[in-house]
Nanobody, 121 residues
Framework: QVQLVESGGGLVQAGGSLRLSCAAS????????MDWYRQAPGKQRELVAVITSGGSTNYADSVKGRFTISRDNAKNTVYLQMNSLKPEDTAVYYC???????????????WGQGTQVTVSS
């Protein structure tokens, strides 16, 4: 079994910064993509940022230039540095990982429990 544990959410004023962390643990052979999603009240979950095992990144247009995703493969941890936060960034942020458990198994989806980010105006 694989667990993803997020941390770093909280309340911040507009223009402020937060850094989210997500650590994966358990039966892990390799982790392919590690992503951040978010879901605001009454809205669908949306992809925020993606980072591959090789370090390639991609961002939603709404966060480009403000958010930076990074990962530490040795620690199986992904980070999301969020700067210049806006009230519309308020959401529950979820970590996602595509994990290969054994060399003979396929890759499986795992999600964290979510961490609340609230940006006040």
């Amino acid at each position: 079994q694989v667990q993803l544990v997020e941390s770093g959410g909280g309340l911040v004023q507009a223009g402020g910064s937060l850094r989210l962390s997500c650590a994966a643990s358990g039966s892990i052979f390799s982790i392919n993509s590690m992503d951040w999603y978010r879901q605001a009240p009454g809205k669908q979950r949306e992809l925020v940022a993606v980072i591959t095992s090789g370090g390639s990144t991609n961002y939603a247009d709404s966060v480009k230039g403000r958010f930076t995703i990074s990962r530490d493969n040795a620690k199986n941890t992904v980070y999301l540095q969020m700067n210049s936060l806006k009230p519309e960034d308020t959401a529950v942020y979820y970590c996602y990982a595509l994990v290969t458990v054994t060399p003979l198994s396929g890759a499986y989806d795992y999600w964290g429990q979510g961490t609340q980010v609230t940006v006040s105006s």
